[in-house]
Structure formats: structure tokens, C-alpha cells
């Protein structure tokens, strides 16, 4: 009985996270409220069902999405830096590895946080609530190494959020790597004048 049990979960767990990394790409094109069973069902060939049997509702993938954007953060963004002294360099390291991970376009659309701030600032309930907590998250995390820096983390953080946020949507916008490269440039040398 429990081969059986284990294998239902596994499978089960093999659609959530196949089905979350889908809804994440696609609302990075078209926004979190884009999303529905159907179109999912058609992105990654798991029958309406199959999705409805782990997620029981459109939220339900939502919040999936925004769970497994932040995963995908983590990941390409902020653990290949982690180890980098505190401070000044870790944050330029941090910005850098950003920058590289919209380039890669490890999200069709972007970047997950840009795109689903726009989409959800104006909103309430628990998506926004979601979308918020995974922003103030990268927000905070630039502002830890700012004041590790000496810096005013708030502040700080700020103009490096905006001028990324500029970056990748002037770079989406216009289909150039140019706006990235100058949203880049503006970033570190607000980092450098930390120094």
C-alpha cells in the first residue's frame, strides 16, 4: 500500500512542480490572472484533471507560481553569489547575477518579480499578498547589503530595484539588450559610490 501511495505522491509532485514552472513562464508573458487549467493543460500536456487533482483552483496555481519563481530566484540569482563577502561586493554580485539571469531569459517574459509587481500592485487578496512578500523579499536582500556596506539600505535598494525593473522591461519593450546594459550600468555605480 505504501509503493502505491509513494507513487501517486511522487507523480503528484512531478505535475505540481511541472504545472507551477509552466504558469510561472506563462505569467511572466501574459500575467498571473492569464492563467487557467485549459491553457496549462495545453502547455504541458497534463490532462485538466490531472492539474485539478493537485491544485484545487486557479489561486491555488497562482500561488504555486509565485512559490516556484521565487525557487528559480533563489537558484540562478542569489545561491551562485551567496558566498561572496557581505556588503558592496556581494550586492554587486547579486545585481550581475541578476542581470545574467534575465539575459538567459530563464523566464520567457523577464523577470517573474517585475512583471507580476506591475501586474498585482493595485490588488489585494492573497496572490497580491504573495506577490508583495516575494518582492519585499529581493528587496530586502539588497538592503541587508547595503547597510552591510554602510550604506542606507532602504534607499539604496530602491534606485537598484528601479533601475533593474527599467532594465528588463525597456529590454523586453524593445527587444534590446542596450536598455539592460545601461539599467546595469545605473545599478553599479550606485553600488560604487558605496565604496
Known amino acids: 500500500m505504501s509503493t502505491t501511495t509513494d507513487g501517486r505522491r511522487a507523480r503528484g509532485d512531478a505535475t505540481r512542480r511541472k504545472v507551477a514552472r509552466q504558469a510561472a513562464d506563462t505569467a511572466t508573458m501574459h500575467g498571473l490572472d492569464s492563467l487557467s487549467v485549459g491553457g496549462l493543460a495545453t502547455a504541458t500536456g497534463v490532462s485538466k484533471s490531472g492539474i485539478l487533482t493537485v491544485f484545487e483552483n486557479r489561486e491555488a496555481i497562482q500561488l504555486a507560481a509565485i512559490g516556484e519563481a521565487r525557487r528559480v530566484v533563489i537558484a540562478e540569482v542569489v545561491a551562485p553569489v551567496w558566498s561572496a563577502e557581505p556588503g558592496a561586493k556581494r550586492l554587486r554580485a547579486l545585481v550581475e547575477s541578476w542581470a545574467a539571469y534575465v539575459r538567459r531569459r530563464v523566464f520567457p517574459g ?8 506591475a501586474e498585482y500592485g493595485a490588488q489585494a487578496g492573497p496572490v497580491a499578498d504573495a506577490v508583495r512578500a516575494l518582492k519585499h523579499e529581493w528587496l530586502d536582500l539588497l538592503a ?9 539600505g532602504r534607499t539604496v535598494a530602491f534606485q537598484v530595484d528601479a533601475f533593474l525593473a527599467a532594465g528588463i522591461t525597456r529590454s523586453v519593450l524593445f527587444d534590446s539588450d542596450d536598455e539592460l546594459d545601461l539599467a546595469l550600468a545605473c545599478a553599479l555605480d550606485v553600488i560604487d559610490a558605496l565604496a
Open 110 to 117: 523577464g523577470c517573474f518579480l517585475v512583471t507580476s509587481s
Open 144 to 152: 541587508a547589503d547595503v547597510a552591510a556596506a554602510g550604506g542606507d
